[in-house]
């Protein structure tokens, strides 16, 4: 059966984080979607296509902490840079994915990196929060960069483009990402023309941003820099281009669990994010260099 659709949202206003990301917060808050819609998705901030003009400086946000869940980053445009006090570090370019687990607790900071603020140009990406569930909440932090030529491909025939799967499968071409709970994450690169078929399970939350382009979705045409979300009914996809388009394929399995939420924090209980601001405060999360 058809996979339903229950809206297209128009890209929130932006705002900044630090002074490098102008990003449209299309959940929780933008839309009042409620923390649960997405899960294990709590959280999308998606930064449109922008110019950013050259700079010395690097901008970005400095050295802040996360407990509970996993920071996933997308690079479409620029370069993005990450450094954490497990002693991870990396940068990310077009296409690539960077996938830091936070777990019990790491300081990071993310910015732009160097020589791509030296030039300054168009940026564009996307930050996922990726929920844990409670018993994976304080295993240890972690970090996966993923570069677009270590992810599973799928081509379209007639060379009408390709799917790159970020985690999960598709059409029995593996993911690339380690997950905690069952997640289906693709960039799909169309071309005019291209029609492309799929399944994702009906139980899972679903939703396809258009990073690129426009296509029709399910009898849908939606629109650059907006955001499809699906009903949790049916699990067909069918995707329609008539121009070329760049999608971000989103679909997870609920994480049925109370959330509390706060600032960096993403726990079960009101107790646990106290005891994350002791845990930072007491130097629990390590040291990192602003
Ligand atoms: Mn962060």
Same mark, same amino acid.
């Given at each position: 059966?058809?996979?339903?659709?229950?809206?297209?949202?128009?890209?929130? =206003?932006?705002?900044?984080?630090?002074?490098?990301?102008?990003?449209?917060?299309?959940?929780?808050?933008?839309?009042?979607?409620?923390?649960?819609?997405?899960?294990?998705?709590?959280?999308?901030?998606?930064?449109?296509?922008?110019?950013?003009?050259?700079?010395?400086?690097?901008?970005?946000?400095?050295?802040?902490? #996360?407990?509970?869940?996993?920071?996933? /980053?997308?690079?479409?445009?620029? =370069?993005?840079?990450?450094?954490?006090?497990?002693?991870?570090?990396?940068?990310?370019?077009?296409?690539?994915?960077?996938?830091?687990?936070?777990?019990?607790?790491?300081?990071?900071?993310?910015?732009?990196? /160097?020589?791509?603020?030296?030039?300054?140009?168009?940026?564009?990406?996307?930050?996922?929060?990726?929920?844990?569930?409670?018993?994976?909440?304080? *295993?240890?932090?972690? %970090?996966?960069?993923? *570069? /677009?030529?270590?992810?599973?491909?799928?081509?379209?025939?007639?060379?009408?483009?390709?799917? @790159?799967?970020? =985690?999960?499968?598709?059409?029995?071409?593996?993911?690339?990402?380690? /997950?905690?709970?069952?997640?289906?994450?693709?960039?799909?690169?169309?071309?005019?023309?291209?029609?492309?078929?799929?399944?994702?399970?009906?139980?899972?939350?679903?939703?396809?941003?258009?990073?690129?382009?426009?296509?029709?979705?399910?009898? *849908?045409?939606?629109?650059?820099? #907006?955001?499809?979300?699906?009903?949790?009914?049916?699990? @067909?996809?069918?995707?329609?281009?008539?121009?070329?388009?760049?999608?971000?394929?989103?679909?997870?399995?609920?994480?049925?669990?109370?959330?509390?939420? %706060?600032?960096?924090?993403?726990?079960?209980?009101?107790?646990?994010?106290?005891? =994350? %601001?002791? @845990?930072?405060?007491?130097?629990?999360?390590?040291?990192?260099? @602003?």
């Amino acid at each position: 059966m058809k996979k339903l659709i229950e809206k297209v949202l128009a890209p929130p =206003a932006p705002h900044m984080v630090g002074d490098g990301f102008r990003v449209h917060n299309f959940f929780p808050g933008g839309y009042s979607l409620g923390l649960q819609r997405m899960s294990p998705f709590f959280m999308m901030d998606y930064n449109a296509k922008v110019e950013f003009p050259a700079s010395e400086r690097q901008r970005g946000v400095g050295v802040h902490p #996360h407990r509970g869940f996993e920071t996933v /980053t997308l690079a479409y445009a620029g =370069a993005v840079a990450h450094h954490d006090s497990a002693g991870n570090s990396g940068t990310i370019y077009p296409g690539d994915v960077q996938w830091m687990t936070a777990a019990s607790g790491v300081l990071h900071k993310e910015y732009h990196e /160097t020589e791509f603020a030296r030039k300054g140009g168009a940026f564009q990406m996307v930050q996922l929060w990726v929920n844990l569930p409670a018993k994976f909440k304080m *295993t240890s932090p972690k %970090y996966q960069s993923i *570069t /677009t030529a270590q992810m599973g491909k799928y081509d379209l025939p007639n060379g009408k483009g390709r799917v @790159d799967v970020v =985690a999960g499968e598709f059409h029995s071409v593996k993911g690339a990402a380690d /997950t905690f709970t069952p997640i289906q994450m693709y960039n799909m690169y169309l071309h005019d023309g291209a029609t492309i078929n799929f399944e994702l399970p009906s139980h899972f939350n679903s939703c396809i941003l258009l990073l690129e382009g426009q296509a029709t979705i399910n009898g *849908t045409t939606v629109k650059q820099d #907006h955001l499809l979300l699906f009903k949790n009914e049916g699990t @067909d996809v069918s995707i329609e281009t008539t121009e070329d388009a760049k999608l971000l394929v989103l679909s997870g399995e609920p994480i049925d669990e109370p959330i509390v939420a %706060y600032g960096p924090f993403l726990m079960n209980t009101k107790e646990e994010i106290i005891q =994350a %601001y002791e @845990d930072v405060n007491s130097g629990k999360f390590g040291y990192l260099e @602003d």
